[in-house]
Nanobody, 114 residues
Framework: QVQPVESGGGLVQAGGSLRLSCAASGNIYTIDMGWYRQAPGKQRELVAVIRSGGSANYADSVKDRFTISRDGAKNTVYLQMKSLKPEDTAVYYC?????????WGQGTLVTVSS
């Protein structure tokens, strides 16, 4: 595996929840792992990042609704999303911040219906 693999996307009603998973290709305790999203016609934006040391940061638009976490035993990073809004609709990408550059997954689509 040379890139992270995302899963867990789907269709959900507004106010619902989803959990995205990212099976990392690198050791999640030595690299920063991020979730990004790209909505149609918009630029890719950072949603949340969990640093190698464990601290996390969030975009203002998802604070108090999304939680990023990790499981070392599975080498997997999660994005728990609650109180979803139609504006959260996007392709969500997992990113590994490697010393030589960023490595992206293929993305998973999240669609929130109103």
């Amino acid at each position: 595996q040379v890139q992270p693999v995302e899963s867990g996307g789907g269709l959900v009603q507004a106010g619902g929840s989803l959990r995205l998973s990212c099976a990392a290709s690198g050791n999640i305790y030595t690299i920063d792992m991020g979730w990004y999203r790209q909505a149609p016609g918009k630029q890719r934006e950072l949603v949340a990042v969990i640093r190698s040391g464990g601290s996390a940061n969030y975009a203002d638009s998802v604070k108090d609704r999304f939680t990023i976490s990790r499981d070392g035993a599975k080498n997997t990073v999660y994005l728990q999303m609650k109180s979803l809004k139609p504006e959260d609709t996007a392709v969500y990408y997992c990113n590994e911040d490697r010393p030589w550059g960023r490595v992206w997954g293929q993305g998973t689509l999240v669609t929130v219906s109103s």
